[in-house]
């Protein structure tokens, strides 16, 4: 079971520019949330899909953005990237169907933004 | 507004001794309190979780201790090794939902 896989693992873009992030679940989950960790913060709720719908969401503008396909999988969008946007974003997945499952994190993508 | 709040922001330790990492929290609708273990360069990995209903979990050298009516809650890590050197982050939860509001961790460092 490789768990929670997320790409790329480092990202540098321009202030202004758009990025995309991607996520894999674990196998037999089917809910992806993301998730901002700005540096020496601890991680900030920004959305969470499931069934291909955004179920819930964080207190984030919406530059931000996502869409799960129907192999669970995801992605995050941002548009217009901010300087405040570099942080590191991690997916973490779960199976709410499940009582006493928890969120397992994949290791994060480090988004740089100059 | 910080939802949980977690102290201390750093904590150093000698190998052996004991590390205590408290946070306390206000939404009195959370019902499961998960504390997660972050390494450098990785995600967060759950490393143990109590429910309101119990003061005390204990899972090897880690122990939460839970006070409902002060809506606090602390992870003790006994005989503290070097490998145990992380942030850790306390977090809550409520109605099932899995979606964790984290406090802002504790470096903890151990030397050998």
């Known amino acids: 079971d490789a768990g929670v896989t997320q790409s790329p693992t480092h990202l540098i873009k321009t202030r202004g520019q758009q990025v995309t992030l991607r996520c894999s679940p674990k196998?037999?989950?089917?809910?992806v949330s993301w998730y901002q960790q700005a540096l020496g913060q601890g991680p900030q709720f920004i959305f969470q899909y499931y069934e291909e719908e955004e179920r819930q969401r964080g207190n984030f503008p919406d530059r931000f953005s996502g869409h799960q396909f129907p192999n669970y999988s995801s992605e995050l969008n941002v548009n217009a990237l901010l300087l405040g946007d570099s942080a590191l974003y991690l997916c973490?997945?779960?199976?709410?169907?499940?009582?006493?499952?928890?969120?397992?994190f994949g290791q994060g993508t480090r988004l740089t933004v100059v | 507004q910080q939802q949980v709040k977690q102290s201390p922001q750093s904590l150093i330790v000698q190998k052996g001794g004991i590390s205590i990492i408290n946070c306390a929290y206000e939404n009195t609708a959370f019902d499961y309190f998960p504390w997660y273990q972050q390494f450098p360069g990785k995600g967060p990995a759950l490393l143990i979780a109590i429910r309101p209903d119990v003061s005390e979990k204990k899972e090897g050298r880690f122990t939460i201790s839970f006070n409902k009516s002060a809506k606090q809650f602390s992870l003790h890590i006994m005989d503290s090794q070097p490998g145990d050197s992380a942030t850790y982050f306390c977090a809550a939860t409520s109605g099932g939902s899995y979606i964790p509001t984290f406090g802002r961790g504790t470096s903890l460092i151990v030397h050998p």
């Open positions: 196998s037999g989950h089917d809910t």
């Open positions: 973490a997945s779960s199976s709410p169907g499940h009582p006493d499952t928890e969120a397992f």
